[in-house]
């Protein structure tokens, strides 16, 4: 980007308080939606204006348009198709759109305003869009349960929902594993292959647990991000180191146990 175009562009945090408010905007206009082309028409104006601001927004070297339009728009779509039209409790809707509003707009905030050069300075970003990306795979699988739950379709459609969503979360883990400079190899593959094994049973097993589908869904993403730390760490050169592991695999089991007892069952 040249100078003057960078002089003429906007500033990071004026565009993540455009964001919020074209967000506040489109939230009030979801509430009247009543049919479906209507939705539909929905998603593309907010898709559209993603893709004006994103052009209009100054992007140091290093950060990529396209991936942080990928990220939003994941997360947009998860969240609202896949949480926001099956809540069905006044303060559920209320906390998805206190993160639908503040979200996207946290990610343009924490765009770095110049070229340092620093890897430091994007970690904030960076791990900012992991973290969209994993309430995005949250929205993903608690709208595919949902379905499910409201048999808005047989319960034969769950192989194919569940392959949808388990190509979706491979992508997303070998995306970030490329983020993080893990270069593609046989091993790289190994890895992908097993996570994706390892959540399509799991989608299963957790199908088959009496649990709502916001729980069932947030049970599938905490597999999936054990998964993908434990595979990123044995990718690197250093492999993984067990004895710090250890601690934070303990500490998940732990909370993990805590959280099945703290639960509602069906």
């Known amino acids: 980007m040249s100078e003057k175009t ?23 206009g979801l509430q ?26 100054y992007y140091p070297k290093g950060i990529s348009r396209l991936r942080h339009f990928a990220a939003l728009a994941f997360f947009s779509l998860s969240i609202i198709i896949g949480l926001m039209i099956f809540a069905d409790w006044v303060w559920s809707w209320r906390l998805l759109s206190v993160v639908f509003i503040i979200f996207s707009g946290v990610s343009f905030w924490l765009l770095p305003e110049g070229d340092s050069g620093l890897s430091f300075v994007l970690k904030p970003y960076r ?10 795979l ?24 569940a392959i949808l969503g388990t190509l979706i979360s491979t992508i997303i883990a070998c995306w970030w594993w490329k ?18 094994v390892l959540i399509f049973e799991l989608s299963w097993i957790v199908w088959r647990w009496p649990l709502g589908y916001v729980i069932n869904g947030m049970m599938v993403v905490w597999f999936w991000y054990n ?20 601690w934070f695999l303990g500490f998940n089991l732990f909370f993990f146990i805590l959280f099945l007892l703290i639960i509602k069952w069906k």
């Not at 929205?139 to 929902?161: H, P, R, V």
């Not at 595979?231 to 592991?245: A, D, S, Y």
């Open 179 to 196: 983020e993080y400079d893990i270069e593609f190899s046989r091993r790289f593959w190994l890895g992908a292959l097993l996570l994706t």
């Open 127 to 136: 791990r900012w869009l992991f973290l969209m990306d994993v309430f995005g």
């Open 138 to 161: 949250a929205g993903l699988w608690g709208g595919l349960y949902a379905i499910l739950s409201f048999q808005l379709f047989t319960q034969g459609w769950f192989w194919l929902e």
């Open 6 to 28: 960078r002089i003429i562009s906007f500033h990071p945090k004026l565009a993540a308080v455009i964001d919020a408010i074209i967000n506040l905007i489109l939230l009030y």
């Open 32 to 57: 009247t939606v009543s049919t479906w082309w209507v939705f539909g028409l929905w998603i593309v104006v907010r898709l559209v204006l993603w893709a004006m601001l994103i052009r209009l927004v």
């Open 227 to 246: 998964l993908w730390l434990i595979i990123r760490f044995n990718l690197t050169k250093e492999g993984v180191n067990w004895k710090k592991q250890t």
